[in-house]
């Protein structure tokens, strides 16, 4: 049976979306579709492309949980669509299963180094009517190789392969707990216990980070320092595992998936960029990203005008105008409205209002601005401006 749509309150968005449970937009309803293992087969890659071309808008977003994101859905269309991704084994049981799974898994594991059982362990565990009752935004990282490659990446417990067995811990924590990889999965959920028995789920933010400015974890998970590693720069082209793509924004054209899901098996990661499994060159297209000094990966822009419905202004488009005029090296991200939902970390930040865009040198689109009220063509001169007053 298909599960009815939540009642449209398109401003109450407690809720990362997902197939069972989508969410309203201006645009249409939001679906966001959670592989498992971050995988998607071939057939199942060329099944998305073909629901989306027929019931959402062309183009899928790439989200940084490793997600996909459908839009523009309408109510008609809802039914046909989920039953569409129920039959590539794409949607979960039930909507607390699919709430649950909130779990990302570095990309780069190999076969039989034992990281899909651990995941599959730990959604497994988030499944059973015993898990405690997490938060929507409550998420795991997995990172299982053997070096972190996730620390930047939003997530309230993590686990990363320690020695010969696994280090847990609570995000914002300089220390967690060691334990061997039989027990990861149960020691995981015993510090998510802590969380919600500890009062995280009624907090204002209701993440683990946030929790422990004000209460102190439990001596037993903090008895092994975490290590400090080097801040992780996600690579393009080509890795030991196959080709690695990146598009403008995170934006999939329906035909670009569809031409992917024809070369290799995809795994979604939390860069909003794919990885080809075993492919070792490219046909060139343009709007594949494959080279890290690519300026597209330098500009960020949440949905904005008119999709979302909180947005003051456009981003997509003034994103790529600005771009030209960057200073080099810089990063900049243009947010709809000061939520800045997609981008939290600190930048060049350019936000709409209802009075035109403001300019913060550093910070998110919540900081105070140092301009306001500005044109795009105002903007650009600043930038300009930037870019010959401080070269980098
Ligand atoms: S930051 Fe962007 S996507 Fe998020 S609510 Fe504001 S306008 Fe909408």
């Known amino acids: 049976m298909t599960p009815e749509l939540p009642s449209p309150s398109p401003r109450i968005q407690g809720w990362c979306p997902g197939a069972l449970r989508p969410m309203r937009a201006e645009d249409g309803w939001v679906l966001r579709v959670r592989p498992p293992l971050g995988r998607l087969t071939q057939a199942q890659a060329a099944g998305i492309a073909a629901l989306a071309a027929r019931y959402a808008l062309h183009t899928v977003e790439l989200t940084s ?5 459908l839009r523009g859905i309408t109510e008609a269309n809802y039914p046909p669509l989920l039953a569409g991704l129920q039959a590539l084994g794409l949607v979960d049981a039930d909507v607390h299963t699919e709430s649950r799974r909130n779990l990302l898994l570095a990309p780069f594991w190999q076969a039989g180094d034992g990281s ?3 995941a599959e362990a730990l959604a497994q ?5 015993q898990a405690p009752d997490l938060p929507g935004k409550f998420g795991f990282a997995l990172d299982s190789g053997a070096t972190p490659v996730l620390r930047a990446n939003s997530a309230d417990i993590r686990i990363e392969r320690h020695g010969s067995g696994f280090l847990v811990y609570a995000d914002g924590s300089a220390a967690g707990a060691w334990a061997p990889a039989g027990e990861a999965v149960a020691l995981a959920m015993e510090l998510a216990q802590w969380f919600v028995q500890a009062g ?5 933010h209701r993440r683990m980070a946030a929790l422990l400015a004000s209460r102190a974890l439990p001596a037993c998970f903090t008895t092994t320092p975490v290590p400090p590693v080097a801040v992780y720069q996600p690579p393009l082209g080509r890795v030991p595992l196959g080709y690695l793509v990146a598009l403008e924004f995170g ?3 329906v035909a670009t998936l569809a031409a992917l899901a024809e070369m290799a098996p995809l795994r979604l990661t939390p860069w909003r960029s794919l990885l080809l499994e075993g492919v070792q060159s490219l ?9 890290s000094d690519d300026t597209r990966l330098r500009i960020s822009a949440c949905t904005g005008a008119p999709g979302c419905g909180q947005a003051a202004g456009v981003t997509r488009v003034l994103a790529r105008r600005l771009a030209d005029v960057l200073p080099a090296g810089q990063t900049l991200h243009v947010s709809g409205c000061s939520k800045g939902c997609a981008h939290p970390a600190p ?3 350019v936000v709409a209002t209802a009075t035109g865009y403001n300019l913060i040198h550093h910070g998110n689109a919540a900081s105070p601005p140092d301009s306001v009220g500005l044109t795009p063509a105002a903007l650009a001169t600043q930038l300009q401006e930037r870019a010959h007053a401080t070269p980098l």
């Open 283 to 291: 046909p060139a297209q343009p709007e594949l990203i494959t080279r």
């Open 347 to 349: 930048t060049l930040t």
């Open 200 to 204: 995280g789920r009624a907090g204002p």
């Open 116 to 118: 899909t059982e651990l």
């Open 65 to 69: 949980r490793a997600n996909l994101q």
């Open 251 to 253: 934006q999939l054209p």
């Open 125 to 129: 565990a988030l499944a059973s009517p």
